[in-house]
Nanobody, 114 residues
Framework: QVQLVESGGGLVQPGGSLRLSCVASGSIFSINVMGWYRQAPGKQRDLVASISRIGSRTNYADSVKGRFTISRDNAKNTVYLQMNSLKSEDTAVYYC???????WGQGTLVTVST
């Protein structure tokens, strides 16, 4: 089973950028499709971006397309989410996980506000 530790969240103004990182333990990282999910207060947890095993294919939710970029470094067991042009509606706890999901990490909070 893959264990996950997310980092990189914080407070940012609208229009700003953040880069999230997720380090996975376990040698099976490279054989899993990975995704970034987010959960806003009072809402369900949704998949916002996913990346194939070797990083050749990515998919994005319409709400983040053109602003977020997912990438991975299998040598470092790490998946990234570059978030640009952030909006207040991007405020959420962000989690990485396999696709389909396994055990969740603690997530990292992103707050977009003035």
């Amino acid at each position: 089973q893959v264990q996950l530790v997310e980092s990189g969240g914080g407070l940012v103004q609208p229009g700003g950028s953040l880069r999230l990182s997720c380090v996975a333990s376990g040698s099976i990282f490279s054989i899993n499709v990975m995704g970034w999910y987010r959960q806003a207060p009072g809402k369900q947890r949704d998949l916002v971006a996913s990346i194939s095993r070797i990083g050749s294919r990515t998919n994005y939710a319409d709400s983040v397309k053109g602003r977020f970029t997912i990438s991975r470094d299998n040598a470092k067991n790490t998946v990234y989410l570059q978030m640009n042009s952030l909006k207040s509606e991007d405020t959420a706890v962000y989690y990485c996980n396999t696709v389909p999901v396994g055990a969740w990490g603690q997530g990292t909070l992103v707050t977009v506000s003035t």
